[in-house]
C-alpha cells in the first residue's frame, strides 16, 4: 500500500519559516516527480513546489518563489519544503504528490492531473 506522510506543519508568525517533510513508503517514488499543493478555506487547491524524478527540473508558483524550496532526498525517500518568509496569505492544508511519471523536460509538474499518490495534509497556519 502506497503512503505519503506529511509532517511538519503548525503555527507560525508573519515572516517566520517552516519546514514541511512528506516521507513515502510502500513505493519507491525515485524516480517519479513530487510535489506540493495546498488548499485555502473556499478554494481551490494549487500548485506550489514540484521537482522532477531526476531532481534537475524545479518549478515554483510566482506566488513562492524566491521564499519557498523544494528538495529530495533519494535515500530516505522524502521531499521537504521549506517555507521562509511565511505570510497569512500562505495559510492552507498542505499536501504531497507523488507522480508514476519522471516529467524531467515537462511542464506536467504543475497540474495536479499527474500525480498518482496524495498524503492527507498537514495545516499551516500563520498569524499576522
Known amino acids: 500500500q502506497v503512503q505519503l506522510v506529511e509532517s511538519g506543519g503548525g503555527l507560525v508568525q508573519a515572516g517566520g519559516s517552516l519546514r514541511l517533510s512528506c516521507a513515502a513508503s510502500g513505493h519507491t517514488f525515485n524516480s517519479g516527480a513530487m510535489g506540493w499543493f495546498r488548499q485555502a478555506p473556499g478554494k481551490e487547491r494549487e500548485f506550489v513546489a514540484a521537482?522532477?524524478?531526476?531532481?534537475?527540473?524545479?518549478a515554483y508558483a510566482d506566488s513562492v518563489k524566491g521564499r519557498f524550496t523544494i528538495s529530495r532526498d533519494y535515500a530516505k525517500n522524502t521531499v521537504y519544503l521549506q517555507m521562509n518568509s511565511l505570510n497569512p496569505e500562505d495559510t492552507a492544508v498542505y499536501s504531497c504528490?507523488?507522480?508514476?511519471?519522471?516529467?524531467?523536460?515537462?511542464?506536467?509538474?504543475?497540474?495536479?492531473?499527474?500525480?498518482?499518490?496524495w498524503g492527507q495534509g498537514t495545516q499551516v497556519t500563520v498569524s499576522s
Open positions: 504528490a507523488a507522480s508514476e511519471g519522471r516529467y524531467d523536460y515537462s511542464g506536467r509538474l504543475y497540474y495536479l492531473e499527474n500525480y498518482n499518490y
Open positions: 521537482i522532477s524524478g531526476s531532481g534537475r527540473r524545479i
